[in-house]
């Protein structure tokens, strides 16, 4: 029935022409964007699949509100233990913890069938070349001024490179000394350590909250974490190699609409994640239109 309905609406869309001449397409006008001047900029890419956003925000949601309740204690209550509700945000930081170490895992077994897409990205993460280096060391410059060009960057920034890393080796400590300061009551050693980790976070959150929720040129790259896809042209910008390398054959196809097919298409040997719809431009006859539209039309 739907397949019907939308053939139906395909074929509605055909202008009549004299008999014997060929049946073109009828013009489609550019989608406007509410409240914009313009049409919309582009289309979207897939930039994050869902298993790579899910295991993110179940690291990244633990994570930062263990943060605050650690510093809520160390800033608050360390001074004075005596103070009210000491209890209640000890007991939530040990709570985000606990998740810290569950819903990672859980996410991991859920979207095993992807591991070669996750060990993919911890490759990228490790692999550092010497635009990586100078990428490092224009940062600040290039925030400065637009003269600054920064070189092409991969999957991830140096930046993204640096958090990933350091969030590799000290996650496991997180958790043993967490652990160790949990059970027993002469853990100040793992205290000490504790401590000195959240101490060395700090800066890399900072940067990249500020990165993800503040600054203008970058901070549309959240949506990549929300809802996986990110602006055509800023993800060309920022990332132009891993662009180059998973997205710019898609520019000779005049994309309308940008899916997601699958999770896995950024590591390489894995079908694209995306493809676009594409509807025959005005003038057109059908049968030498996208042979592929019909068949998208009717899904």
């Not at 993110?56 to 510093?71: D, E, K, N, R, V």
């Not at 000195?196 to 890399?204: Q, T």
């Not at 894995?270 to 003038?283: A, M, N, V």
């Amino acid at each position: 029935m739907l397949t019907s309905l939308c053939l139906t609406a395909t074929q509605s869309q055909v202008v009549r022409t004299p008999e014997g001449s060929q049946p073109t397409a009828a013009p489609v006008a550019p989608t406007v964007v509410k409240g914009a001047s313009r049409p919309s900029a582009g289309p979207k890419i897939l930039r994050f699949a869902k298993s790579e956003r899910m295991l993110h925000w179940c690291i990244a949601g633990p994570f930062l509100f263990s943060f605050a309740t650690a510093l809520v204690l160390v800033a608050i209550y360390n001074p004075d233990p005596s103070r009210p509700l000491r209890n209640v945000f000890s007991l939530l930081h040990r709570v985000s913890g606990v998740a810290l170490i569950v819903l990672p895992m859980l996410a991991a077994l859920k979207s095993r069938r992807d591991a070669r897409l996750h060990f993919y990205n911890i490759r990228q993460a490790w692999l550092w070349m010497f635009d990586d280096f100078k990428w490092l060391a224009l940062m600040l410059l290039a925030a400065m001024s637009d003269k600054i060009k920064l070189p092409e960057q991969g999957k991830f920034n140096a930046a993204e490179k640096l958090n990933f890393m350091v969030l590799m080796v000290t996650y496991p400590l997180y958790v043993l000394t967490g652990i160790l300061m949990w059970v027993t009551h002469l853990a100040i050693l793992s205290w000490i350590l504790h401590f000195l980790m959240a101490v060395l976070a700090l800066p890399l959150i900072s940067g990249h909250l500020y990165m993800a929720l503040i600054n203008p040129g970058s901070r549309h790259g959240l949506q990549g974490m929300i809802t996986g896809f990110v602006d055509r042209q800023w993800g060309k910008h920022h990332y132009r190699r891993w662009y180059r390398e998973h997205h710019e054959a898609e520019e000779d196809q005049s994309p309308v609409e940008t899916r997601e097919e699958s999770s896995s298409s950024a590591a390489p040997g894995y079908e694209s994640q995306s493809f676009s719809e594409r509807q025959p431009q005005p003038g057109t006859p059908l049968e030498t239109a996208d042979p592929r539209w019909p068949s998208m039309v009717s899904e």
